[in-house]
């Protein structure tokens, strides 16, 4: 049993900035990428941005228009988002992968789900 587990989320006037965690250690030796995908009411789920453990290799949504920075902690295998310049668009629930496959945002068949933090941006 174990999920990754994430936190920082909250709401932000548009222009904010938010950090969100996702601590994922149990996986460190099942898993070689973390990433985090976000899905807003209505909409489908999408892949914001991944990291590998290893190497620290990054892909980014090409929406994402520079605005966060993915980084991860090998010692706490924690890996960070940090958003800036945040806007409206920008609303909604953030999910933690931790995973294989870094172009899919490290989805993959035996990867591991948290349970999301909420991210709200008013205008």
């Known amino acids: 049993q174990g999920q990754p587990v994430e936190s920082g989320g909250g709401s932000v006037q548009a222009g904010g900035s938010l950090r969100l965690s996702c601590e994922a250690s149990?996986?460190?030796?099942?898993?070689?990428?973390l990433g985090w995908f976000r899905q807003a009411s209505g909409k489908e789920r999408e892949g914001v941005a991944a990291?590998?453990?290893?190497?620290?290799?990054?892909y980014y949504a090409n929406s994402l228009e520079g605005r966060f920075t993915i980084s991860h902690n090998k010692a706490e295998n924690t890996v960070y988002l940090q958003m800036n310049n945040l806007k409206p668009e920008d609303t909604a629930m953030y999910y933690c992968?931790?995973?294989?496959?870094?172009?899919?945002?490290?989805?993959?068949?035996?990867?591991?789900w948290g349970q999301g933090t909420q991210v709200t941006v008013s205008s």
């Open positions: 992968v931790a995973g294989t496959d870094l172009l899919e945002f490290c989805n993959s068949a035996n990867s591991h």
């Open positions: 149990e996986y460190t030796h099942t898993t070689n990428c």
């Open positions: 990291i590998t453990t290893g190497g620290g290799t990054t």
